[in-house]
């Protein structure tokens, strides 16, 4: 075997010394789709009402903070508001030189101070105005836009941004509370989700394929070990011995809980107890990895739903590399009736060299899956006459995540108004029915949002507070109505008292932001930027509510 | 309708959207509670102190100067690194090798307008009593679990039942990765951060032997050169975690233990993270713990909604998830609790293994202890004759020291107070 080892040290780069603590995260891959992408934060869009220059945005910026520290590419601010004082007591990228200047000139300056990595654009007008370029919007990978907004402005952006496929955050940050959506393209597949490293354990030990099984047998008799090798064979080899030992003798291999804790018990009988330790580490972990992995390979509903989506089925010459490469491990499961082998061994006590020659039977073995895979594709590439060429470590990875890989059929921003299909009023319904329930404040949100609605959208209205007493009780009946649309059951009395709450609430602050929340919502829309941005980790599908006052956060696919 | 309140800061207007909230009842608040200007000047004139000016501290510090509060106090040891960057924004690439608390304090002063931070250069043990004593409520953004212990005891100690204002709230954060949590304590009253120490268990440690002898990994290899091959060939240079050239010398001493045993995947980040123990670190993390625990300060300090009772935690991995909880007090907690806490201990193991063994037990995590039951000394650490007159009984089993369910106490240099645990033999 070629082992290969670097002949001279390279410390790492200062990019990489700056990074670091992230780069342990989401790994060179996910940084260079950070640099990669351009982030577009739409901030205001005129007025809330008499005596405000629009949202203050300060969730926007703050989320905008949080990816510029990391690094992304670029970030494009639209805002046509003018900084207030009432900007400098709530938003840090502002300062007293910037009053009466361009928010957005004024944001993205101090923003762009926090990395010199990082490039920043700033429009002082409408986003309405801009989407008229028609190369606009598709020069960003992600659009973030603060609420409350009017309909006229967000349907049309949300819509174009479905069209090109970028993911859209709508949030709100609203005194003490803070609610957002996610609209994600319709099918948003992740290979790389991180699952717990506990629960990607993938031994095989019920079926073990040829060289493993010999592994096993090549042991010979543990008995006539001395006390040294005994308590030095890994565990893994370990269970295959015992297994094939119960196999013999019960006819077939222990398959429910009963049985296999008599085979624990068979295989705790084994151990040495009449050495100086009074046991042997090697088979204490054979007895605890008992119930967690012999169990035979299943596959995971949610893949089987990926491999039966049409996407999966019917390939294209266009098909997204992920669904030839999905397609291809779909053929290799009704071919041997098990996913590509991860290939990773968890450390266990043994000696080195047996240590790792049993690793490299796991890496071997998932190397030749790997290959298997790719000839598959190889083939499938040429029958679709694609131009390109999947990279084998892409494929590689793949086989690696295989039994945790994802699609998120996503959604559009959740929205309660005349539009909204019965399966989110559905939805909402039931998160309403829920004892301390937080759909509430998203239900005092979209009544805000029909209130700045109402005030930007109607001239008569516009000289109107957006705490107007008369708005909010005309659109609150109007969003409750809308609730017993499909399901005329009257809302219950605490689902009642839980919207009326979370509008006190909400008012509070008449349409202002609490820094503190503001932030919290900039991390958490910073944190599912990023990882929609870097395709690794899930992200949220699709509303995430959070109440300040009572320090708990909710999640609903509304 | 509200009449216009005015804080302390004169700027008129700057604070509208926090004083129309100051100034309304909400839902959740309490009945008892009058919003309104008493509410703002009770915000503006409390002292709150910050210990620790790093990610989340950073966030801490502009959280409170934009939550109203006017005088601030920080406390870090720490100076700026570049691996600092990537999440705390109050430092530049030109600041790099300046105290953080410095730096931190002054760049917040300068942006919001008002407020007073006065930072602290130094170890949160260098101060007394007496400084604690001045603050309303402490907040905490650390990444020692020693130091959160250090500050929860001695809280816990100033708390004098006579004298409500001895009685200082602990808001606590903390984060690794895309994880973190906040927590309430009230210092005697509510489960402290000792009541929680099983929560936050020690990451396992590699047996010295398979370090030694039976390395399999390419951390079992890093850890060989960094505990074991430094000892053997530069006993006399003092380790230091943050010198590029010590770090490359245990990378390179490591590659070749790795060559030796056909060991894959040693790298230079991967010695740099088991040397200096890194845990991963993000700006958007920070943000929401920070802003959490800030979220705690304010409404502890004004009443304006109820505050966190007393844990929450947040993951971000899969979705946005957190769970609110409340932790629960633990009336054998060494710290705040009455009773010692019961330890399963196996009576064959010797005084010497058991010692070891505290360093990595969950609920103990002591790494210099010294034991002693009620007649007599077990081990002593210090003075040097004590140590050398009870290291015989290092080698003797726990089951010839004490008697089956025997209270011990246990000091450690870290910690100001005795913790009591009561052994059972297994």
């Given at each position: 075997m070629a082992d290969s080892f670097p002949a001279t040290i390279s410390g790492p780069t200062s990019k990489e010394r700056k990074y670091d603590r992230q780069l342990r995260l989401w790994a060179a891959t996910g940084q260079q789709a950070l640099e990669d992408a351009r982030v577009l934060l739409v901030n205001s869009d005129g007025p809330?009402?008499?005596?405000?220059?629009?949202?203050?945005g300060v969730a926007g910026v703050e989320a905008l903070k949080n990816l510029v520290l990391p690094g992304i590419g670029g970030f494009t601010i639209v805002d046509p508001a003018t900084v207030t004082e009432a900007d400098l007591g709530v938003n840090?990228?502002?300062?007293?030189?910037?009053?009466?200047?361009s928010r957005a000139d004024e944001t993205c300056r101090l923003l762009r101070e926090l990395n010199p990595d990082v490039q920043g654009y700033s429009y002082s007008k409408s986003i309405s105005d801009l989407l008229?370029?028609?190369?606009f919007l598709s020069r960003h990978k992600l659009v973030i836009i603060s609420g409350p907004t009017k309909r006229s402005t967000l349907e049309p952006l949300c819509q174009k941004a479905q069209e090109l496929e970028i993911p859209v955050l709508y949030v709100h940050s609203l005194g003490f509370c803070a609610t957002f959506s996610l609209q994600l393209p319709t099918e948003f597949p992740i290979v790389?989700?991180?699952?717990d490293p506990e629960s990607t354990?993938?031994?095989r030990l019920l079926n073990p394929w040829p060289e493993l099984a010999a592994a096993a047998e090549s042991l010979?008799?543990?008995?006539?070990?001395?006390d040294h090798q005994h308590g030095h064979v890994p565990y893994t080899l370990l269970l295959l011995r015992f297994l094939s030992q119960w196999k013999q003798t019960h006819?077939?291999?222990?398959?429910?809980y009963k049985e296999k804790s008599a085979f624990r018990e068979f295989v705790r009988s084994?151990?040495?107890?009449?050495?100086a330790e009074g046991g042997e580490e090697n088979f204490d972990e054979a007895v605890a990895a008992v119930l967690k992995t012999i169990s035979p390979f299943s596959l995971r509903s949610s893949i089987r739903e990926i491999f039966e989506m049409q996407q999966c089925q019917q390939l294209t010459t266009n098909s997204a590399d992920f669904w030839v490469i999905a397609s291809a491990i779909r053929t290799f499961y009704n071919a041997h009736?098990?996913?590509?082998?991860?290939?990773s061994l968890p450390d266990m006590k043994a000696q080195s060299a047996d240590y790792v020659a049993l690793q490299n039977i796991y890496k071997a073995k998932a190397r030749k899956d790997v290959e298997e895979v790719t000839a598959t594709i190889r083939q499938l590439e040429s029958q679709l006459g694609r131009t390109t060429t999947i990279l084998d470590r892409e494929v590689e990875v793949f086989c690696k995540n295989a039994a945790h890989i994802k699609v998120v059929r996503g959604r559009g921003i959740a929205q309660t108004n005349e539009d909204t299909d019965a399966v989110t009023l559905k939805a909402l319904r039931s998160g309403l029915a829920?004892?301390?329930?937080?759909a509430s404040i998203f239900i005092a949100c979209q009544i805000i949002d029909a209130v700045v609605d109402e005030i930007q959208s109607k001239p008569a209205q516009n000289?109107?507070?957006?705490?107007?007493e008369g708005l909010w009780v005309a659109q609150k009946e109007r969003i409750l109505a809308l609730l017993t649309r499909?399901?005329?059951t009257p809302l219950d009395e605490e689902a009642q008292e839980s919207i009326d709450n979370a509008i006190q609430e909400i008012r509070r602050a008449e349409g202002g932001e609490l820094h503190n929340i503001a932030s919290l919502a900039g991390g958490l829309v910073a944190q599912e930027s990023l990882k929609v941005l870097t395709r690794q980790y899930v992200p949220l599908d699709n509303t995430c509510v959070f109440d300040g006052a009572r320090s708990r956060s909710e999640m609903y696919r509304f | 309708m509200a009449t216009a309140v005015i804080g302390?800061?004169?700027?008129?207007?700057?604070w509208n959207h926090l004083y129309k909230v100051l100034s309304k009842p909400g839902p959740?608040?309490?009945?008892d509670w009058v919003p309104g200007q008493g509410t703002i000047n009770t915000l503006e004139s409390s002292k709150i102190l910050v210990i620790g000016a790093g990610g989340l501290g950073c966030e801490i510090l502009k959280n409170l100067a934009l939550s109203g509060f006017k005088d601030i106090h920080v406390i870090d040891m720490d100076t700026i690194d570049i691996s600092n960057l990537n999440r705390q924004f109050?430092?530049?690439?030109?600041?790099?090798?300046?105290?953080k608390a410095e730096v931190a304090a002054a760049f917040v002063e300068k942006r919001v307008k008002g407020v007073n931070i006065t930072p602290y250069v130094g170890k949160?043990?260098?101060?007394?009593e007496d400084y604690y004593m001045q603050f309303k409520i402490i907040i905490c953004g650390l990444d020692s679990i020693e130091a959160r212990r250090w500050i929860n005891s001695t809280l816990v100690g100033m708390?004098?039942?006579?004298?409500?204002?001895?009685l200082k709230p602990l808001i606590d954060g903390g984060t690794e990765g895309f994880k973190g949590q906040a927590r309430v304590i009230l210092p005697t009253l509510s489960s402290c951060i000792e009541c929680q120490l099983d929560m936050h268990a020690p990451r396992p440690a590699v047996p010295l032997c398979t370090i030694a002898t039976?390395?399999?990994?390419p951390q079992h290899c890093i850890e060989w050169a960094h505990q074991i091959a430094w000892q053997e060939k530069r006993k006399d240079d003092t380790f230091d975690s943050d010198d590029m050239e010590h770090i490359s010398w245990v990378y390179n001493e490591a590659l070749q233990r790795a060559q030796h045993f056909h060991i894959h995947g040693v790298t230079f980040q991967m010695t740099q993270g088991v040397v200096k123990n890194i845990i991963p670190a993000i700006a958007s993390t920070n943000a929401v713990i920070a802003a959490s625990t800030t979220s705690e300060v304010l409404k502890i300090a004004t009443s304006c909604n109820p505050y966190l009772d007393n844990y929450m935690m947040y993951a971000g991995e899969e979705g946005v998830y957190t769970y609110t909880f409340e932790a629960e007090k633990k009336?054998?907690?060494?710290?705040?609790?009455?009773l010692a806490r019961k330890m399963d201990v196996d009576a064959n193991m010797t005084l010497g293994e058991f010692i070891e063994s505290l360093g990595e037990k969950a609920e103990a995590q002591l790494k210099k202890p010294s034991l002693r039951t009620e007649e007599r000394t077990?081990?002593?650490?210090?003075p040097p004759q004590l140590e050398e007159h009870t290291r015989?009984?290092?080698?003797?089993?726990l089951g010839e020291l004490v008697e089956n369910g025997q209270e011990i106490a246990v000091s450690d240099p870290a910690y100001t107070i005795d913790f009591r645990y009561r052994l059972h033999f297994k």
């Open positions: 809330l009402g008499s005596s405000s220059t629009g949202v203050t840090f990228f502002l300062e007293e030189e910037s009053l009466g200047k008229t370029d028609p190369d790389e989700t991180h699952p354990q993938d031994l010979g008799d543990l008995e006539a070990m001395d006819g077939a291999m222990p398959d429910n084994n151990a040495r107890t009449k050495n009736g098990v996913l590509p082998l991860p290939g829920m004892p301390e329930s937080l000289q109107l507070s957006v705490d107007d499909d399901d005329p | 302390s800061s004169g700027y008129k207007g700057r959740f608040s309490d009945e109050l430092f530049r690439q030109a600041d790099i090798g300046k105290p949160i043990q260098d101060k007394d708390v004098d039942f006579e004298n409500p204002e001895s039976i390395p399999r990994q009336e054998d907690c060494p710290v705040c609790g009455n077990l081990y002593q650490r210090f015989p009984n290092l080698r003797l089993k």
